[in-house]
């Protein structure tokens, strides 16, 4: 199991953030640094599921929402 990830595979550390601009543009970081931009049905998707969201489920779905972090080994 890659460090940092419990045994269901959510993360342990509150490694991603994002940030939600007027325009419903998202900015989604890990460890401080951009690495993704949703604006657009996948930004208001994303800004839906976070409302009723928090914690590791939370971490989860920013992790996906990359798209650089879905196969576990980063």
């Known amino acids: 199991m890659p460090p940092g990830v419990d045994r269901r595979g959510k993360p342990d550390e509150e490694v991603f953030a994002y940030r939600v601009t007027k ?11 951009r690495v993704a931009v949703l604006s657009g049905a996948k930004a208001d ?19 996906k929402a990359t798209g650089h972090f879905k196969r576990g080994n980063e």
């Open 23 to 33: 325009e419903r543009k998202v900015f989604l970081s890990w460890r401080g640094r």
């Open 45 to 63: 998707r994303f800004i839906a599921e976070m409302q009723i969201t928090d914690g590791k489920e939370a971490q989860l779905i920013m992790a």
